[in-house]
């Protein structure tokens, strides 16, 4: 679904702080290994600065003169988190959903991108409506199912996510997830702390991942990040995609292809899926598919929560089709307090926190802003992603 165009060059803006400019910073090592370098180029978006009329011995400040980039907010629940927003404001002045709302004439000329964070602020037709200027939607993450891509197309506006940032902290997470399932960490963790417990019973039993067979569905490059790791696990690893990998990449992690994923569902152990949100992957993953699994087996889901027909997860689980099921993302999230999924002792759910470290936020960020300010300066664009 995603196509992402080689790293270019990127015109660079004046930061306000003296910083070194991320557009010669953010080089990420998929760049290097490509041997591309930056240079510095002429600017488009010129920073011009003013005596500040109220200042003490009328020091000079920078006038809002940097390329206006509408957010939801500021900290809180929703709002982007305070240090990515000192990122942003190196390149970009920041424009609030309340800031554009409150004075939508003046601030609806200044937008020229706006910056999803967690799927937010949404993007609808009467929003892109009222910014006549807007360019680019930098998406931070590599999943855009949030985004009508069509639409937004017909508005001339490209959209750009961060497939850069994302693979490690995901492919981590859905190791993670199957360790915690095969030896029921969870649970263990529960019977250690509770007050309730005098013994620990010695019938209490988990299943090894090492040299046990992985099957993933969806090798790009989160997929093949997984693999690497199970590599260290002896595993024997299948795989199953619309496209086939190199023979030497296949080598590398010692993969096996599966024309089929039906051949794969059949003999894995533990099933991950990773693959992206379409309505071709949409319940990818139904009461067929978890019928051909092992009784043994344990699925792992770190893609979207639709990519799984839930209501069959939840018979499967109840009637041991499969022995277990871990997953980081649910349709919906979070799901109702009431869902049966909820009640169940051999299923594993974390927050959807797939790229929920320190690290892979900011370098989303990094990614997301090097995206916009290619657009904004007529340059090649690192991560484009095209209306199907």
Request: glycine share 6%; charged share 20%; with cysteine.
């Amino acid at each position: 679904m995603f196509r992402s165009k080689a790293f270019g060059l990127l015109k660079p803006i004046p930061s306000m702080s003296g910083q070194p400019n991320l557009a010669y910073k953010f080089i990420h090592p998929a760049i290097a290994s490509h041997g591309y370098h930056c240079h510095r180029r002429s600017v488009d978006y010129r920073q011009r600065y003013k005596t500040c009329p109220g200042s003490a011995g009328g020091r000079t400040v920078m006038a809002e003169e940097l390329p206006g980039v509408l957010i939801l907010d500021i900290g809180g629940t929703h709002g982007v988190l305070e240090n990515l927003a000192a990122l942003l404001k190196k390149h970009f002045r920041l424009i609030t959903m309340k800031e554009f709302l409150e004075n939508k004439k003046e601030m609806s000329k200044k937008i020229q991108s706006v910056f999803v964070f967690e799927c937010r602020p949404t993007i609808d037709q009467e929003l892109l409506e009222s910014l006549p200027n807007l360019k680019v939607i930098g998406n931070s993450g590599v999943g855009v199912d949030h985004l009508d891509l069509k639409m937004i197309s017909n508005f001339g506006v490209k959209v750009t996510n961060t497939p850069q940032a994302v693979a490690d902290p995901t492919a981590d997470i859905g190791m993670a997830l199957m360790l915690a399932s095969a030896r029921r960490l969870v649970e263990g963790c529960q019977t250690a702390v509770s007050p309730d417990t005098k013994y620990f019973p010695v019938d209490w039993l988990g299943v090894e991942v090492t040299r046990a067979t992985l099957g993933i569905i969806g090798m790009g490059s989160i997929g093949y990040r997984v693999a690497q790791r199970a590599r260290a696990f002896d595993m024997r690893i299948l795989y199953h995609n619309r496209n086939r990998r190199r023979k030497e990449e296949e080598e590398a992690v010692g993969a096996h292809y599966c024309e089929k994923m039906e051949d794969l569902l059949q003999q894995s152990d533990f099933v991950m899926l990773v693959v992206n949100l379409t309505p071709e992957t949409h319940k990818l993953i139904g009461k067929k598919e978890l019928g051909l699994m092992k009784p043994t087996a344990t699925l792992v889901n770190i893609s979207r929560g639709a990519v799984i027909d839930q209501d069959a997860l939840v018979e499967a689980l109840q009637n041991k089709v499969i022995r277990a099921a871990a997953l980081d993302v649910t349709y919906p999230e979070p799901l109702p307090r009431d869902h049966p999924l909820l009640k169940l002792s051999n299923i594993i759910i974390t927050p959807h926190i797939g790229t929920a470290t320190i690290q892979a936020t900011r370098m989303m960020a990094e990614e997301a802003i090097a995206n916009m300010l290619a657009v904004l300066n007529g340059q090649p664009i690192p991560s484009e992603v095209f209306p199907k």
